[in-house]
């Protein structure tokens, strides 16, 4: 039996095709519930990370549209919502697949905060887009109005808000569930937590925390994660079976078994796109590094094959 942190992209949850909609996402998490229920099925201790992109963008959006009447919350707090709602999406659905397979347990998941540092470089050049694409007046008006940093997009035709990515340094709750986990509960509960990456905070005065407007990379977090509740196996879900080299050109190659030293070459001669792929391996080698046994990335239906050391890029000896 071993410890498996699954990180989960917004295509596990959400299409990108879909409307958007509870029902589709609901859809769609109705389909990946399974796959996750097997893994508990075949005895493996699961913990569940995931994305919240589309999600976050979904709550700025309508933060925007309902400012006058309702004061929009800062980014973290939209954060906290996403965790709350995607998190309440996977425990409906893994529940009742986890029933079906026989392999009942409580889905647990956890509003999570992840430290940052507040000299982390990223604050002063902010580079993850979000929201949606304003012109130019719109931009200039909201650098004005609001603060934001906005950076042209010029390829989509418009302007986006942009905000730090910091790196992740550590869960805040991390330890209590690891004390769970190696205590009875692995055994009875399904963790969920860091949803997209963690609320962002930033130690204050006094031992207290406070939320940044940031957002964190959620595979950079799923390798703290891993690291901090021990897992012995990253599986790292996305909506291609592999990482390729060529990636998207004639001489694309999916990767299969791989060691961490070539992963590491390819990446270095920049074979992994930033902002997608490449946080996916940069995690995963941090994860290796700190002394994870087996990582996999793959999309959801080669997952079971993917832990099984039989699909996917993989490093490592599946536990
Ligand atoms: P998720 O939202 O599932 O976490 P992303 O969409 O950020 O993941 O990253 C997955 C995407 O990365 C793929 O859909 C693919 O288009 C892109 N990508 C970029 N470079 C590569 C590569 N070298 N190999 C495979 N996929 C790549
Ligand atoms: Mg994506």
Known sequence: MARVLVALGGNAIQRAHDAGTWADATR???RTAPVLAAIVARGHELVVTHGNGPQVGDLLREAELGAREVPPPPMHVLDAESEGQIGYLIAQELSAALRTARVPRVV???VSRTEVARRDPAFRHPTKPVGRFYSAAEAARLRRTAGWTLREDAARG????????PRPRRWLEGDAVRAALDGRLGRSCVFVVTGGGGIPVVRGGGGRYEGVEAVIDKDRAAAVVAAQIG????????DVPGAAVGYGTPRQRWLGRVDAAELRRYRRAGEFAEGSMGPKVTAGLEFLAAGGRYLVITDIPSLARGLAGRAGTRVGEPP
């Open 28 to 30: 769609q998490m109705r």
């Open 108 to 110: 647990v998941p956890i």
């Open 231 to 238: 897992a012995a196996t990253l599986a790292i879900v996305t």
């Open 158 to 165: 418009g302007w986006r808000r942009v905000v730090p990515s």
